[in-house]
Nanobody, 122 residues
Framework: QVQLVESGGGSVQAGGSLRLSCAFF????????LAWFRQAPGKEREGVAY???????NYAESVKGRFTISLPNVVNILYLQMNDLTPEDTAMYYC????????????????WGQGTQVTVSS
């Protein structure tokens, strides 16, 4: 069982930056795919970015060029650096993990954190 704990959310003004962290621990299957998702009020959960077992990354079109997902080798922490934030980025952000192929679809992941709130004001 993989446990995931997100942190780093908060309130920023448009144009600002935040870095989200997701610490994962427990029984960690290898290889492991990791991703960030978000869900705004009244909207479905959407994939933001993933990193696969080879370190390949992919992003939703809405965040390309602004967000960066990373996984340093020495620690079990997944990051999401978010720059040039807009009010449309306001959502609860979740990290997810799973042994399957990395995708931006939520059904690819077995394990989820409880989320961290990001609020961007105009």
């Amino acid at each position: 069982q993989v446990q995931l704990v997100e942190s780093g959310g908060g309130s920023v003004q448009a144009g600002g930056s935040l870095r989200l962290s997701c610490a994962f621990f427990g029984y960690i299957p290898s290889p492991l795919s990791l991703a960030w998702f978000r869900q705004a009020p009244g909207k479905e959960r959407e994939g933001v970015a993933y990193i696969d077992r080879e370190g390949f990354t992919n992003y939703a079109e809405s965040v390309k060029g602004r967000f960066t997902i990373s996984l340093p080798n020495v620690v079990n922490i997944l990051y999401l650096q978010m720059n040039d934030l807009t009010p449309e980025d306001t959502a609860m952000y979740y990290c997810a993990a799973g042994p399957g192929r990395a995708r931006l679809q939520s059904d690819a992941y077995n394990y989820w954190g409880q989320g961290t709130q990001v609020t961007v004001s105009s």
